[in-house]
């Protein structure tokens, strides 16, 4: 498969997945491009790949700046190639994987939807069918809010994304892709 694997990460928090991610793609003998998408401009035309990874840390339950600013660029894009058609017919072979590193620190879970859910939107609107989501803790890295990791609503974070969670990423990019194997287009 041709997969890309884009994210945002403002601590490196997200870009532990999205290297677990490419190491195990590649492992199994996909063609991935990795892409951090600080870089500003960078446009893709999602159809060109089988499988998208977005990965982006959670702030304000949305995902971060350079993930919402690489999706209003896309979105431009898509509507400047009237690739955005009424009923969103699906293309067929095309998937993305959307997930987020996140803290919730006071509604726990329920801060990583919102941001899960507008990072898919994109895809969705474009035909791209949304294959899985995943949520994976991420710790608060800045020293002045490591408070935040032993108090919140989901108890005490501190050190993740651990190893543990790590394999689990491992994992479920191996089940997603097999789950994938038959669905690709040529
Ligand atoms: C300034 C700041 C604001 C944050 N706000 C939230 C938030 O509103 N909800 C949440 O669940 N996590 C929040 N976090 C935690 C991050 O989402 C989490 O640490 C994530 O793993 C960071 O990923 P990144 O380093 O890849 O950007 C915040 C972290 C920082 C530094």
Redesign the pocket.
């Known amino acids: 498969m041709e997969i890309l694997n884009l994210?945002?990460?403002?601590?490196?928090?997200?870009?532990k997945v999205a290297l677990e991610i490419a190491k195990v793609a590649e492992q199994a003998g996909h063609n991935v491009s990795t892409v951090n998408l600080k870089k500003e401009g960078v446009i893709f035309d999602l159809l060109k790949y089988d499988l998208t990874f977005v990965?982006?840390?959670?702030?304000?339950?949305l995902p971060?700046k350079s993930v919402k600013e690489w999706i209003e660029r896309q979105l431009g894009y898509a509507r400047d190639n009237d690739l955005i058609l009424p009923g969103s017919p699906r293309v067929p072979g095309k998937f993305a994987c959307v997930y987020?590193?996140?803290?919730?620190?006071?509604t726990g879970e329920a801060?990583?939807i919102p941001a899960i859910k507008y990072m898919g939107q994109l895809f969705d609107h474009l035909g791209i069918s949304v294959a899985d989501e995943w949520s994976?803790?991420?710790?608060?890295?800045?020293g002045k809010?490591q408070h935040?990791n032993t108090s919140g609503r989901l108890g005490n974070i501190e050190g993740r994304?651990n190893a543990d969670d790590l394999k689990q990423v491992r994992e479920k990019t191996a089940g997603l892709l097999s789950s994938l194997q038959e669905c690709v287009v040529d």
Request: charged share 5%.
């Open positions: 994210y945002g990460s403002l601590n490196g928090q997200t870009e990965g982006s840390g959670v702030y304000t339950w971060g987020c590193t996140y803290a919730g620190p006071h801060e990583a994976v803790v991420g710790a608060f890295v800045p809010m935040f994304p």
